[in-house]
């Protein structure tokens, strides 16, 4: 129901945009909200942030404003961009629906690489 998609290959202090195609529910349906979740080599996974059913977006902290998260509701897509990137940022990338305090569904996630 999910799909990311976008570059593998980031070279260090670009910008890395994915995008998520939702093929099953909207995303302007007023239960769900939309994340991004990543996973770095050995670590455990790290919430990225959400956009919710009115567009309106949070965020986690720890990424000091480098995350944005949109949305194209005419391709029922949400998008993530992750500025200045650096190696530390090579991770698995998942977009998922969130219900409540859940992630109920997820993508199978994208490897993302920052490297010159």
């Known amino acids: 129901q999910l799909q990311e998609s976008g570059p593998g290959l980031v070279k260090p202090s670009q910008t890395l945009s994915l995008t998520c195609t939702v093929s099953?529910?909207?995303?302007?349906?007023?239960?769900?909200?939309w994340s991004w979740i990543r996973q770095s080599p050995g670590k455990g996974l790290e919430w990225m942030g959400v956009?919710?059913?009115?567009?309106?977006?949070h965020y986690n902290p720890s990424f000091k404003g480098r995350a944005s998260i949109s949305r194209d509701t005419s391709k029922n897509q949400f998008s993530l961009q992750l500025s200045s990137v650096t190696p530390e940022d090579t991770a698995v990338y998942y977009c998922?629906?969130?219900?409540?305090?859940?992630?109920?569904?997820w993508g199978q996630g994208t490897l993302v690489t920052v490297s010159s």
């Open positions: 998922a629906k969130r219900y409540g305090a859940s992630h109920e569904d």
């Open positions: 099953r529910g909207s995303i302007t349906t007023g239960y769900w909200s």
């Open positions: 956009i919710n059913f009115d567009d309106s977006t």
